[in-house]
């Protein structure tokens, strides 16, 4: 086996070379590069970093059409969904900025290989997966602070304009280096998900598409390319890569233990002390819960009715692992607001504005939801907090 490496790649495997095509995914050029190396290079096969959901969302556009806000908001993945919505506003703010949309390489890809009937394979893992993996790996405090980050930073525009300049420099390898040792500095438990296991998927099913073939093209996101290359002619265990872990032993256990310690705790100091009163105790514990789950579910825009049900519900989600105040509010507040078929459909230009953001009824919903849980979380220690001082 063999490589050279500049922003492509060529990767020999006994009869068969792999040419990975290194890409931006918000670049033209990267789109005629594209083009020019599967037109010259008449491959036997093209591979692409796509999953069928990524392609159907490229191909399709009501890609959100069969979103069932519902099922998002009762299993409690509400912070995990405008997570997803935050990154894509993101990469179509980029991409409007230069004039391309997001993965238009990728599409230009397909379409080249459609018009010369050269069979395309969808290489990369199912994007479902890769993101609940990556939810999996970041911590409590982190999944808080992306609420704040999707709210203030919708309407930013102080960064620097970003050029296409600025976008071919990231492929160049050593800016990739670089950038992608910061990741790894600085977000170990993201990248190990969205690069390094990635890096090792593609580079299998590549290997495996391109089995008993001369010429492959693959094209890939640049940040990809050194570990392809580093994981190439090695084995993969893809299965492994497409399982979801559970979560930790402890997380599960401390979401039980937590609340009995507080119990027993509320109930033993309450039998050992002369001056506080068993309600006084819960009053110091459920006042601050029910507030904090309230206040925000109002900040947040949420109804009254939203904002009753979480003062209501805030105190009994607070030690009960199996209840959210985020599924019965955001219950709540799809019974009230009742998206449409239409409000989906509108997700992919909403989420690229505050006002839209804030307007359409299914990201408001996700908002009001994700934020009466962390309200409860909240008010709950300041509760726990005041309780002691009553010890």
């Not at 990975?20 to 290079?41: C, F, K, N, P, Y």
């Not at 071919?168 to 050593?174: A, H, V």
């Not at 002369?274 to 925000?296: K, R």
């Amino acid at each position: 086996m063999r490589y050279t490496i500049h922003v492509q790649a060529e990767l020999v495997d006994g009869d068969t070379t792999y040419h990975v095509v290194g890409t931006a995914h918000v670049s033209q050029a990267s789109v005629e590069e594209v083009r020019a190396a599967i037109d010259r290079l008449q491959p036997d096969v093209v591979c692409v970093e796509l999953c069928k959901a990524r392609f159907d969302a490229l191909t399709k556009d009501n890609a959100f059409r069969e979103l069932d806000v519902f099922k998002v908001v009762r299993e409690g993945r509400g912070l995990y969904l405008l997570g997803h919505l935050a990154l894509a506003a993101y990469q179509k703010r980029i991409g409007a900025s230069l004039g391309v949309k997001p993965g238009a390489e990728l599409l230009a890809a397909v379409r080249a290989a459609e018009a010369r009937s050269i069979p395309v394979v969808l290489i990369d893992r199912d994007i479902n997966i890769t993101l609940k993996r990556t939810w999996r790996n970041i911590g409590l405090w982190k999944r808080s602070l992306l609420l704040s980050s999707i709210v203030v930073g919708f309407e930013d525009r102080s960064e620097t304009p970003v050029t296409p300049q600025a976008i071919e420099g990231l492929k160049e390898t050593k800016a990739l280096s670089e950038m992608l040792a910061e990741l790894a500095r600085a977000l170990p438990e993201v990248k190990t998900p969205l690069i390094d296991e990635r890096d090792r998927y593609l580079v299998s099913k590549m290997a495996e598409a391109g089995a008993g073939k001369r010429t492959v093209v693959a094209v890939v996101g640049a940040a990809h390319v050194p570990g392809m290359i580093a994981s190439f002619g090695k084995p993969v265990d893809r299965a492994a890569l497409d399982r979801i872990p559970p979560g930790s032993l402890i997380w599960r256990g401390l979401k039980w233990l937590v609340p009995i310690l507080f119990l027993v705790a509320l109930v033993w100091g309450w039998q050992r002390s002369d001056t506080t009163s068993f309600a006084q105790m819960m009053l110091a514990w459920i006042l601050p819960t029910s507030i904090g789950a309230g206040a925000l579910t109002l900040l947040t825009g949420g109804s009254l009715l939203a904002v009753a049900a979480a003062l209501l519900v805030a105190p009994i989600a607070a030690i009960h692992p199996l209840l959210g105040t985020g599924m019965v509010v955001g219950v709540v507040e799809v019974w009230r607001r009742k998206p449409s078929v239409a409000d989906c459909e509108r997700l992919p230009d909403d989420i690229l504005s505050l006002r839209g953001f804030w307007r359409n009824p299914v990201t408001r919903i996700l908002l009001v939801a994700v934020a009466s849980g962390i309200g409860t979380a909240v008010g709950f220690w300041v509760g726990v907090g005041w309780v002691a001082t009553l010890l």
